[in-house]
């Protein structure tokens, strides 16, 4: 009864450093995003993906990867990490039909900080 | 590009009392879906209520209440009986039921008072 979990919950990097933060679901979804949420800014959508092997650009994609090679897997990479970085991440799934016609479950969110 | 504000950064009230956070949104859709969703301190999102926009019923989840005006593009909670769990960030989000996610509001902090 996992959801969506996001790995790792904590991290800090320094400057130039790379990482990934991987999503994983076991509710067979199609859908999966990834969002940051800064202080004062909600949550933008950073990629997204509607199947595996698919991916897309959201509203806040630079400096970020993402690849979706297994269905329930989703992962964001960093390959070289800057301080404007420094964010909660957040990870979500949804069947096909999007946010409309299904509910989507968010994981509980990855601390990043880049020094 | 579709926009969601949320006009009210914090907002407190005494416990029991009824409160009401405000969205507005701009979109030129005319099928769209709305939500509010609740971040406590846990950092967990919880979805509240949603609202499909071709209904005109406001939505109801217990507590929980919209109101829903199309014409107007607005779309704010109401919480009744608030309670101390209430206590969270709320966000306004809108979809256009597609696959490329949730446009959110910068959020409202909302304190409830003992």
């Known amino acids: 009864n996992a959801g969506v979990t996001q790995t790792p919950k904590f991290r800090v990097l320094k400057t130039g450093q790379s990482m990934t933060l991987l999503c994983a679901q076991d509710m067979n979804h199609e859908y999966m995003y990834w969002y940051r949420q800064d202080p004062g800014m909600g949550l933008r959508l950073i990629h997204y993906s509607v199947g595996e092997g698919t991916t897309a650009k959201g509203e806040v994609p630079d400096g970020y990867n993402v690849s979706r090679l297994k269905k329930q897997n989703f992962l964001l990479g960093l390959e070289s990490a800057a301080p404007s970085q420094t964010s909660v991440y957040f990870c979500a799934s949804s069947h096909r039909g999007g946010w409309g016609n299904t509910e989507a479950f968010f994981g509980q969110g990855t601390r990043l900080t880049v020094v | 590009a579709q926009t969601v504000t949320q006009s009210q950064p914090e907002m407190s009230v005494q416990e029991a009392e009824t409160v009401t956070l405000s969205c507005t949104y701009d979109t030129s859709e005319n099928n769209y879906y709305l939500f509010w969703y609740k971040q406590p301190p846990s950092r967990q999102m919880i979805l509240v209520i949603r609202?499909?926009?071709?209904?005109?019923q406001n939505a109801t989840e217990n507590r929980f209440s919209v109101n829903f005006q199309k014409a107007a593009k607005s779309f704010s909670l109401k919480i009744s009986d608030s309670q101390l769990g209430d206590t969270a960030m709320y966000f306004c989000a809108y979809s256009g039921g597609g696959a490329d996610g949730l446009t959110f509001g910068k959020g409202t902090h909302l304190i409830i008072q003992p």
């Open positions: 609202q499909e926009a071709y209904k005109q």
